[in-house]
């Protein structure tokens, strides 16, 4: 059988465009998934920078009240020695002064109720603020790992776009839809979060 060398040239042309036409679409894919993902990332990046401002500012919040603790906690202590001080001059102070010493015992015992009180609320003002950035940071490391997990992503995706195989792009789409899930959950603050991996990386 007498084979045509015009049908071998035709051939090989063929396996020639078809090769040229699945590497044009891989080339695509692969170029329009790492656009996806930048600009994913770039909107992430916006709310995650905002996200740790508030952190910031929570932790500097918590600082301050429990600042302002510390010094309520000290103006109480000194109310009380000196409302302890005073009940015991008033057992040796004449009658006549006995007035007096009641008036500075009863100044001086609502001085220390009032820095308790105030010292009380500064406490759950603390407590609320470490509350707010254990939230945030939450949400931070939601952020995190989605950043991580998107450039493992472009990383496949380049060797992708050098080596021209299907089954790494296909492969790559893994990290790049958990990376897209985790910067969902920290945009829409759902709470799915890997805890195990998350203290591992910590």
């Not at 465009?17 to 656009?35: D, G």
């Not at 993902?37 to 500097?60: E, H, P, R, S, W």
């Not at 299907?166 to 897209?180: E, N, Q, R």
Request: net charge negative; with cysteine.
């Amino acid at each position: 059988m007498d084979i045509d060398p015009n049908d071998l040239i035709e051939t090989a042309r063929s396996a020639s465009a078809q090769h040229e036409v699945r590497s044009a679409r891989l080339n695509a894919a692969v170029a329009i998934t790492v656009a996806v993902l930048a600009t994913f990332m770039g909107i992430c990046k916006v709310k995650d920078d905002n996200i740790v401002q508030a952190m910031q500012q929570a932790q500097a919040d918590k600082l301050d009240h429990w600042g302002f603790y510390q010094a309520r906690n000290l103006r109480q202590e000194i109310a009380e020695s000196t409302l302890t001080q005073l009940d015991l001059a008033r057992l040796s102070a004449p009658p006549s002064s006995a007035a007096a010493y009641d008036a500075a015992i009863t100044r001086y015992r609502t001085a220390a109720q009032d820095q308790s009180r105030k010292k009380d609320e500064l406490k759950l003002l603390a407590e609320q603020d470490q509350k707010n950035y254990d939230a945030l940071n939450y949400r931070d490391d939601q952020f995190d790992l989605s950043d991580a997990l998107i450039a493992v992503a472009i990383a496949m995706l380049a060797v992708t776009a050098l080596t021209r195989l299907w089954a790494l792009f296909w492969a790559s789409l893994i990290p790049t839809v958990l990376g897209i899930l985790m910067g969902v959950a920290g945009l829409a603050a759902l709470e799915i979060h890997p805890d195990a991996l998350m203290r591992l990386l910590s």
